[in-house]
């Protein structure tokens, strides 16, 4: 069974970073690709980032490019998502999630998700 759990969520304040990491085990995980999104309360969710597991390909949202950085180790079979210059409107609930799409920002593409990770930014 599939499984992903988020964690490294909390509080930050504006201009600082911020570690979140997603976790991953059931799967074979090397012909797939894991994807970081978010979402605040009401509001659709938005793409951030993905890495190809295999080859370490990457894609950002437009949003976050330049601040954001997505890696993985794969000997820990986990994904980091590393925020730098964080600002106010980062603050979500942060999502990871996996696909066999590739580097794809629907997140209708993504299989199975993480329960998320809360992360705020104040100003």
């Known amino acids: 069974q599939v499984q992903l759990v988020e964690s490294g969520g909390g509080l930050v304040q504006a201009g600082g970073s911020l570690r979140v990491s997603c976790a991953a085990s059931?799967?074979?995980?090397?012909?797939?690709?894991i994807g970081w999104f978010r979402q605040i309360p009401g509001k659709e969710r938005e793409f951030v980032a993905a890495?190809?597991?295999?080859?370490?390909?990457?894609f950002y949202g437009d949003s976050v490019k330049g601040r954001f950085t997505i890696s993985r180790d794969s000997a820990k079979n986990t994904v980091y998502l590393q925020m730098n210059v964080m600002k106010p409107e980062d603050t979500a609930i942060y999502y990871c999630?996996?696909?066999?799409?590739?580097?794809?920002?629907?997140?209708?593409?993504?299989?199975?998700w993480g329960q998320g990770t809360q992360v705020t930014v104040s100003s």
């Open positions: 999630a996996t696909t066999p799409q590739g580097l794809v920002r629907s997140p209708n593409l993504y299989d199975y």
């Open positions: 890495i190809t597991w295999g080859a370490g390909r990457t």
């Open positions: 059931g799967r074979t995980f090397s012909s797939y690709a």
